[in-house]
Structures are given as structure tokens and as C-alpha cells.
Nanobody
Framework: RIQLVESGGDSVQVGGSLRLSCVAS????????MVWFRQAPGKEREGVAA????????YLADSVKGRFTVSQDNAKNTLYLHMNSLKAEDTAMYYC???????????????????????WGKGTQVTVSP
């Protein structure tokens, strides 16, 4: 397992932007499928965006395409979620998670409930208000 620490959550107005960060304590050079999940009260956890460190491929949920992007700074071992044009329905706790290897990214299973993830951060809250 790796340690993941998220930051950057805040309260913003509809239409605003935020950048979430996830610092990973990676002791090996093994590739990981890194995923941003979110969970709103009363709703199931859902994958929002994924990044495979083996080839820098990125994946986005349909609900955030055109508004969110995901990127990584290798030198800082940091995964970012850039969120623009935020909507009230983006309000949720956002979590960073990781699974070893490419399977979750390539198969698309990253977009489900995250049961296959090996490591999780504690989350950062994003609140979008009218």
C-alpha cells in the first residue's frame, strides 16, 4: 500500500474552479492506476477521473468531461484534479485512491465504487453553492 494525502478542497460558488492535490508516498517505480473518487451524502461513491502512471493515460467520467482534467507531477509524486465550471452537484467528499498495475484503468473499473483500490486517502471536501 501507499500513503495518499489529499488537499485543496474548499467552498466555492457555481461556475468556480478548484485544484485538488493528492501526494503519494511511492517507494517503488511500479505503475499505479490513480483515481479520484467522490461521494456525496446519501449517494454511492463514484470514480471521477483516473491516471495511469505507466503511460500517463487519463480517463474521465462522462459527468465531468469538458470541465475536469487530471494530471500528475512526477517530480512531486502528486496527482491533481483540475475542476472548472463547478456545479452544485459536484459537492462531495473527494478521495484519492490507487491500485497497482493497469487493470483498473484499462478495464474501466476505476469508474465504479472503488472496491478494487488498494490504497485510499482520507478525503477533502468540495462544496459548491449557488
Amino acid at each position: 500500500r501507499i500513503q495518499l494525502v489529499e488537499s485543496g478542497g474548499d467552498s466555492v460558488q457555481v461556475g468556480g474552479s478548484l485544484r485538488l492535490s493528492c501526494v503519494a508516498s511511492l517507494e517503488t517505480r511500479d505503475p499505479y492506476c490513480m483515481v479520484w473518487f467522490r461521494q456525496a451524502p446519501g449517494k454511492e461513491r463514484e470514480g471521477v477521473a483516473a491516471f495511469y502512471t505507466g503511460d500517463d493515460s487519463t480517463y474521465l467520467a462522462d459527468s465531468v468531461k469538458g470541465r475536469f482534467t487530471v494530471s500528475q507531477d512526477n517530480a512531486k509524486n502528486t496527482l491533481y484534479l483540475h475542476m472548472n465550471s463547478l456545479k452544485a452537484e459536484d459537492t462531495a467528499m473527494y478521495y484519492c485512491a490507487a491500485s497497482l498495475g493497469a487493470h483498473d484503468c484499462y478495464s474501466g473499473s476505476w469508474s465504479s465504487n472503488g472496491r478494487s483500490m488498494d490504497s485510499w486517502g482520507k478525503g477533502t471536501q468540495v462544496t459548491v453553492s449557488p
